[in-house]
Structure formats: structure tokens, C-alpha cells
């Protein structure tokens, strides 16, 4: 059972560009929360998210950054005319349906975002 | 609101020694507890889970967790760390009230085992 899959590993976007982030969620899990960690900071939460429905974007800046978890394929974090206090690493997580209150969350490997 | 904190932002210990990471929350109701560790360039991993019973939680890798429920802490303990021990450990909570809420993580304690 592939685990949690983020891609791309690695991104590197000049300013103003756009940055899509992918994650696709352990088989069987229909919940992905995106996390945003700076260097040398813990994690903070951006949003959650089940199949077609965003459940709490109340971490996620209002302006440039959108996401979605469709029906077929894995969930992307967007990030539009990126500036360079978005260099991160991103993560993203699943849980298995039934509640996300007492699960635990399964995390991929993140994507590190670079804004030259 | 829910929240977590870890007082130390690093904890160093001797090879063998027993290490503790400390960590304490605040919730409403009852609280869902757990414990992720991160490694450099790595995600987080799941090592245990405090949601009721035992107040003693035991997990991967020989750690284990005390939930004391008075003091509203749970410490991440080991009897003998190891050099490869060595990471960043997350503590993060869930108010067990109804409905959803997001589990709030901290902002982690770096664990250096010396040789």
C-alpha cells in the first residue's frame, strides 16, 4: 500500500509565476489536509479537505492560493503569482474516512517550493 | 480554541540516557493527543496516539507518552535514546467535543542525541 505522494519533490518558480502542488492521498483515505512549514518553524495548516468539498480553508491566505480534492485524481494546492515569502515546504497528509477527529494523519514526503 | 506548546525548541541527551520532550495543551473538552516525529527532508511519521483509557500510551521505535490529565501535559519519554534518535518530534491535539476541529500541531522540539 503506496503511502502518501506528493509531487513534485522539488519546485522552483520565479516571482510572479504560478506553483501547482499535487497530492495524492493513501488508497482508501478520502481526507488531505495541506500543511505549510517555513524553515526553522513548525507546521502550520492551511486547509482540509474531502472529496469535492472544502471543509475549513481557515489557514489558507485569502489571496493567491486555492485548493481542490476532485472526484478522479489528486488533490493541488495552487499558489498564483508567487512571491518569494512562499518558499516553503509543503505537505500534505490523508486520513481514512469515518471522522478525522481520532485518526491519525499519514503525511507525504513535501514539496519544497523556491522562489528565486 | 485548542492549543499545544512545547516549551523547549531543542532538548539534548546523552547516548543511553533517558530523554523526555515535553508538551502540554489546552483544549475545551477532552483532548486527542499525539506525537509525530519529522527527520531532515523528510514528512512527518506518526509514532503514537493518546484518545482514552491507559494514561500511559506506548508507540514506535520504544517511545511512549504519559497523558496527565491534572498537569494537561503529554510528555514523549524513552528509556534510552539513541544517536539515530536524532529529529524533530511535533506534539499536536484535537478537542474531542463534536464536530470538526483541525488538530493543532506545535512547533516542535528538536531532539540531538550525542554520542
Known amino acids: ?116 | 480554541a485548542q492549543s499545544v506548546a512545547q516549551p523547549e525548541d531543542q532538548v539534548n541527551v546523552a547516548e543511553g540516557n533517558p530523554l523526555t520532550v515535553k508538551c502540554t495543551y489546552s483544549v475545551s473538552g477532552n483532548p486527542y493527543l499525539f506525537w509525530y516525529v519529522q527527520y531532515p527532508n523528510r514528512g512527518l511519521q506518526f509514532l503514537l496516539k493518546y484518545i482514552t483509557g491507559d494514561n500511559l500510551v506506548k508507540g514506535s521505535y520504544g517511545f511512549e507518552a504519559e497523558f496527565n490529565k491534572s498537569q494537561t501535559s503529554f510528555h514523549l519519554k524513552k528509556p534510552s535514546a539513541l544517536v539515530s534518535d536524532s529529529a524533530l518530534y511535533f506534539c499536536a491535539v484535537r478537542d474531542m467535543r463534536g464536530g470538526y476541529q483541525k488538530v493543532t500541531f506545535g512547533t516542535g522540539t528538536k531532539l540531538q542525541v550525542i554520542p
Open chain 1, 1 to 116: 500500500n503506496a503511502g502518501v505522494m506528493q509531487n513534485p519533490r522539488h519546485l522552483v518558480r520565479r516571482r510572479g509565476q504560478e506553483a501547482r502542488l499535487r497530492c495524492s492521498p493513501m488508497k482508501g483515505h478520502s481526507h488531505v489536509y495541506w500543511y505549510r512549514q517555513l524553515p526553522e518553524e513548525g507546521l502550520k495548516f492551511m486547509v482540509y479537505l474531502q472529496k469535492e468539498n472544502i471543509i475549513d480553508e481557515s489557514g489558507m491566505p485569502k489571496e493567491r492560493f486555492s485548493a481542490e480534492f476532485p472526484k478522479e485524481g489528486p488533490s493541488i494546492l495552487r499558489i498564483q503569482q508567487v512571491v518569494r515569502g512562499d518558499s516553503a515546504a509543503y505537505f500534505c497528509a490523508s486520513s481514512p474516512p469515518g471522522g478525522s477527529s481520532y485518526n491519525e494523519q499519514f503525511f507525504g514526503p513535501g514539496t519544497r517550493l523556491t522562489v528565486l
